[in-house]
Protein backbone atom coordinates (compact mmCIF):
# COMPACT_ATOMS: atom_id res chain seq x y z
CA UNK A 1 0.00 0.00 0.00
CA UNK A 2 1.50 3.20 -0.49
CA UNK A 3 -0.21 6.80 -0.42
CA UNK A 4 1.20 10.48 -2.10
CA UNK A 5 0.51 13.52 -0.39
CA UNK A 6 0.94 16.70 -2.91
CA UNK A 7 1.44 19.53 -0.32
CA UNK A 8 1.90 23.36 -2.73
CA UNK A 9 3.62 26.39 -1.06
CA UNK A 10 2.12 29.21 -0.49
CA UNK A 11 3.03 32.67 -3.01
CA UNK A 12 4.67 34.68 -0.11
CA UNK A 13 5.94 31.47 0.62
CA UNK A 14 10.06 31.67 -0.07
CA UNK A 15 11.50 28.49 -1.48
CA UNK A 16 13.60 27.58 1.81
CA UNK A 17 10.84 28.04 4.10
CA UNK A 18 8.80 25.70 1.97
CA UNK A 19 11.78 23.35 2.21
CA UNK A 20 11.74 23.50 5.88
CA UNK A 21 8.18 23.45 6.05
CA UNK A 22 7.57 19.85 4.10
CA UNK A 23 10.91 18.28 5.53
CA UNK A 24 9.66 19.19 9.07
CA UNK A 25 6.31 17.30 8.40
CA UNK A 26 8.03 14.64 6.53
CA UNK A 27 10.62 13.70 9.01
CA UNK A 28 8.09 13.64 12.22
CA UNK A 29 6.15 11.14 9.66
CA UNK A 30 9.64 9.42 9.54
CA UNK A 31 10.01 9.54 13.25
CA UNK A 32 6.55 8.37 14.24
CA UNK A 33 5.53 5.86 12.05
CA UNK A 34 6.85 1.99 12.09
CA UNK A 35 6.82 -0.36 9.41
CA UNK A 36 6.62 2.34 6.61
CA UNK A 37 9.20 3.69 4.08
CA UNK A 38 9.04 7.38 3.74
CA UNK A 39 10.25 9.64 0.95
CA UNK A 40 9.58 13.64 -0.10
CA UNK A 41 10.21 14.72 -3.41
CA UNK A 42 10.13 18.88 -3.76
CA UNK A 43 11.26 21.66 -5.47
CA UNK A 44 14.33 23.49 -3.91
CA UNK A 45 14.46 26.60 -6.33
CA UNK A 46 13.31 28.35 -9.11
CA UNK A 47 13.70 26.13 -12.69
CA UNK A 48 16.14 27.17 -15.46
CA UNK A 49 14.66 30.31 -17.00
CA UNK A 50 14.96 28.76 -20.09
CA UNK A 51 14.65 24.64 -21.19
CA UNK A 52 12.81 22.69 -23.62
CA UNK A 53 10.37 21.08 -20.51
CA UNK A 54 8.15 23.39 -19.37
CA UNK A 55 8.94 23.57 -16.25
CA UNK A 56 6.73 24.70 -13.77
CA UNK A 57 8.00 27.84 -11.20
CA UNK A 58 5.42 26.70 -8.50
CA UNK A 59 6.54 25.20 -5.16
CA UNK A 60 5.60 21.55 -4.89
CA UNK A 61 6.24 18.66 -2.88
CA UNK A 62 5.13 14.89 -2.73
CA UNK A 63 5.38 12.79 0.50
CA UNK A 64 5.51 9.36 -0.30
CA UNK A 65 4.58 7.23 2.41
CA UNK A 66 5.01 3.15 1.59
CA UNK A 67 2.86 0.83 4.13
CA UNK A 68 -0.13 1.28 6.30
CA UNK A 69 -1.27 4.81 7.29
CA UNK A 70 -4.45 4.37 8.89
CA UNK A 71 -4.37 6.04 12.81
CA UNK A 72 -1.09 7.69 12.01
CA UNK A 73 -1.23 10.96 14.45
CA UNK A 74 1.15 13.51 12.32
CA UNK A 75 -1.85 12.89 9.06
CA UNK A 76 -4.47 13.87 11.50
CA UNK A 77 -2.98 17.30 11.20
CA UNK A 78 -1.91 17.74 7.63
CA UNK A 79 0.80 20.08 6.54
CA UNK A 80 -0.99 23.65 4.70
CA UNK A 81 -1.39 24.05 1.25
CA UNK A 82 -2.70 20.52 1.13
CA UNK A 83 -3.61 19.37 -2.56
CA UNK A 84 -4.55 15.67 -2.18
CA UNK A 85 -3.85 12.68 -0.74
CA UNK A 86 -3.24 9.91 -3.76
CA UNK A 87 -2.99 5.68 -3.28
CA UNK A 88 -1.00 4.43 -5.60
CA UNK A 89 -0.02 1.32 -7.58
CA UNK A 90 3.95 1.80 -7.70
CA UNK A 91 6.08 0.92 -10.05
CA UNK A 92 10.06 0.51 -10.61
CA UNK A 93 10.88 0.16 -14.33
CA UNK A 94 14.30 0.46 -13.54
CA UNK A 95 15.75 1.49 -9.85
CA UNK A 96 19.14 2.92 -8.28
CA UNK A 97 20.89 1.15 -5.60
CA UNK A 98 20.22 3.36 -2.72
CA UNK A 99 24.45 3.63 -1.07
CA UNK A 100 23.46 7.03 0.72
CA UNK A 101 22.16 7.46 4.44
CA UNK A 102 18.45 7.83 5.07
CA UNK A 103 17.54 11.30 5.84
CA UNK A 104 19.99 13.14 3.16
CA UNK A 105 19.38 14.37 0.01
CA UNK A 106 19.51 11.69 -2.88
CA UNK A 107 21.92 12.42 -5.11
CA UNK A 108 21.21 13.96 -9.27
CA UNK A 109 17.75 15.67 -9.89
CA UNK A 110 14.05 14.34 -10.10
CA UNK A 111 11.50 15.20 -13.25
CA UNK A 112 8.42 15.20 -11.14
CA UNK A 113 5.65 15.06 -13.24
CA UNK A 114 1.79 15.70 -12.31
CA UNK A 115 -0.95 14.52 -15.07
CA UNK A 116 -4.27 13.29 -16.18
CA UNK A 117 -6.07 10.67 -18.99
CA UNK A 118 -6.47 12.34 -22.13
CA UNK A 119 -9.93 13.30 -22.67
CA UNK A 120 -11.96 11.27 -25.26
CA UNK A 121 -10.09 7.95 -24.62
CA UNK A 122 -11.26 5.22 -22.05
CA UNK A 123 -9.42 4.64 -18.81
CA UNK A 124 -7.88 0.80 -20.38
CA UNK A 125 -6.72 2.94 -23.26
CA UNK A 126 -5.05 5.49 -21.28
CA UNK A 127 -2.90 2.62 -19.39
CA UNK A 128 -1.69 0.39 -21.96
CA UNK A 129 -0.48 3.46 -23.75
CA UNK A 130 1.13 4.82 -20.50
CA UNK A 131 2.85 1.89 -19.43
CA UNK A 132 3.49 -0.08 -22.24
CA UNK A 133 4.10 2.34 -25.13
CA UNK A 134 5.65 5.53 -23.12
CA UNK A 135 7.39 3.92 -20.41
CA UNK A 136 9.52 1.75 -22.76
CA UNK A 137 9.60 4.72 -24.73
CA UNK A 138 11.29 7.00 -22.12
CA UNK A 139 13.55 4.18 -21.46
CA UNK A 140 14.90 4.11 -24.46
CA UNK A 141 15.47 7.30 -24.85
CA UNK A 142 16.18 9.14 -21.46
CA UNK A 143 19.47 8.86 -19.68
CA UNK A 144 16.73 7.84 -16.36
CA UNK A 145 18.92 6.46 -13.42
CA UNK A 146 15.34 5.64 -11.51
CA UNK A 147 11.82 5.33 -12.46
CA UNK A 148 9.47 5.89 -10.19
CA UNK A 149 5.67 5.63 -11.85
CA UNK A 150 2.74 5.67 -9.72
CA UNK A 151 -0.74 5.14 -11.32
CA UNK A 152 -3.58 6.51 -9.10
CA UNK A 153 -6.18 3.65 -7.97
CA UNK A 154 -7.98 6.75 -5.51
CA UNK A 155 -8.04 9.96 -4.06
CA UNK A 156 -8.90 11.03 -0.75
CA UNK A 157 -12.21 12.42 -0.08
CA UNK A 158 -11.18 16.07 0.58
CA UNK A 159 -8.64 16.10 -2.40
CA UNK A 160 -8.37 19.33 -4.00
CA UNK A 161 -6.63 18.20 -7.52
CA UNK A 162 -7.95 14.86 -9.69
CA UNK A 163 -4.55 13.75 -10.70
CA UNK A 164 -4.40 10.50 -12.18
CA UNK A 165 -0.61 9.44 -12.38
CA UNK A 166 2.80 10.61 -10.52
CA UNK A 167 6.24 10.51 -11.90
CA UNK A 168 9.41 10.74 -10.81
CA UNK A 169 11.82 10.48 -13.31
CA UNK A 170 15.61 10.58 -11.71
CA UNK A 171 18.95 11.39 -13.28
CA UNK A 172 22.53 10.98 -12.16
CA UNK A 173 23.23 14.81 -13.18
CA UNK A 174 21.45 17.83 -13.46
CA UNK A 175 22.78 17.89 -16.99
CA UNK A 176 21.15 14.50 -18.19
CA UNK A 177 17.85 15.97 -17.86
CA UNK A 178 18.35 20.29 -18.65
CA UNK A 179 20.76 19.36 -21.53
CA UNK A 180 18.37 18.62 -24.35
CA UNK A 181 21.62 16.84 -26.35
CA UNK A 182 21.72 14.43 -23.29
CA UNK A 183 18.16 14.33 -22.53
CA UNK A 184 16.80 13.64 -25.93
CA UNK A 185 20.51 12.10 -27.44
CA UNK A 186 22.79 13.80 -29.47
CA UNK A 187 22.07 15.90 -32.15
CA UNK A 188 21.58 13.20 -34.92
CA UNK A 189 18.40 12.04 -33.13
CA UNK A 190 17.35 15.14 -30.66
CA UNK A 191 14.88 16.13 -32.48
CA UNK A 192 13.20 12.71 -33.90
CA UNK A 193 13.08 11.72 -29.98
CA UNK A 194 11.36 14.79 -29.19
CA UNK A 195 9.18 14.22 -31.99
CA UNK A 196 8.33 10.67 -30.81
CA UNK A 197 7.77 11.59 -27.20
CA UNK A 198 5.55 14.72 -27.65
CA UNK A 199 3.24 12.48 -30.30
CA UNK A 200 3.33 9.57 -27.39
CA UNK A 201 2.43 12.02 -24.54
CA UNK A 202 -0.59 13.54 -26.28
CA UNK A 203 -1.85 10.07 -27.34
CA UNK A 204 -2.51 9.17 -23.64
CA UNK A 205 -1.98 12.78 -21.83
CA UNK A 206 -4.43 16.06 -21.60
CA UNK A 207 -1.37 17.71 -22.53
CA UNK A 208 -2.47 21.50 -21.34
CA UNK A 209 -3.12 20.20 -17.34
CA UNK A 210 0.05 18.35 -17.58
CA UNK A 211 2.29 19.96 -14.70
CA UNK A 212 6.34 18.93 -14.74
CA UNK A 213 8.89 20.25 -11.78
CA UNK A 214 12.60 20.29 -11.30
CA UNK A 215 12.82 18.43 -8.06
CA UNK A 216 15.12 16.78 -5.39
CA UNK A 217 14.36 13.70 -3.37
CA UNK A 218 14.83 13.02 0.17
CA UNK A 219 14.05 9.22 1.43
CA UNK A 220 13.66 9.66 5.29
CA UNK A 221 13.17 5.85 6.25
CA UNK A 222 14.05 3.02 4.13
CA UNK A 223 13.24 -0.68 4.13
CA UNK A 224 17.00 -1.27 3.71
CA UNK A 225 19.15 1.05 5.62
CA UNK A 226 21.43 -1.63 6.95
CA UNK A 227 22.29 -2.39 3.57
CA UNK A 228 24.31 0.96 2.80
CA UNK A 229 27.46 1.00 1.50
CA UNK A 230 30.10 2.31 3.97
Same mark, same amino acid.
Given at each position: ????????????????????????????????????????? !? @?????????????????? #?????????????? !?????????????? @? &????? #???????????????? =????????????????????????????????? =??????????????? #?????????? &???????????????????????????????? @???????? @??????????? =???????????
Amino acid at each position: MKSMILIRGEKQESCNAFKERVLDFARKVATNAPGVNVSLT !L @TEGPPPPLSVIPFKRRKA #AVLSISGKIEGMTE !LTFLPKGLAGVYQV @T &EALPV #AYQKTWADGTRTPGVC =LLTLFRKKPGIDYATFLDRWLNSHTPLSLKIHP =LWHYNRNVVDARGRD #ALEGWDGIVE &EHFRKRQHLTNPFIFFGNPLTMWYHMIQVYTD @TRSFLDYH @TIETYLAREYV =LKSSTPSQLLP
